[in-house]
């Protein structure tokens, strides 16, 4: 693959991860959190199709598949937000780890008493 290619694909690439962002689809690695703006969504999705038929002709069958695949892809995903309205975007829950409870203290402390210890040892002398 020629460094034409490999800036081509890195600039897909980085437009459809920012189209992804907008679309609320995937977290915003800079605020971690999910926002949709569906306008701007539809700009950078507008950016990828001018870049297709921009570079139409002058680009290779591979590079040209995997263009179409991503605008595709983003285009029928915009359908669905958009349609969404201003429905509010709900992040997924992470999962959280249940809290462990504090072992009862007084109950190992009972166990493990210097008392208990001391009976014990006097038992298996006798």
Known sequence: M????????GLVTSLSSQAWIQLGKIKNPINDKIVRDIEAASMTIDMLAMLKEKTSGNIGESEEKYLEQIIHDLQMNFVFEKEKGDEPVVEPETKKEPESPEPDKDKKDKKNSPKKRKKKSESKSK
């Not at 020629?2 to 081509?8: A, E, F, G, H």
Request: without cysteine; neutral net charge; aromatic residues 12%.
């Open 2 to 9: 020629d460094k034409n290619t490999q800036l081509l694909f």
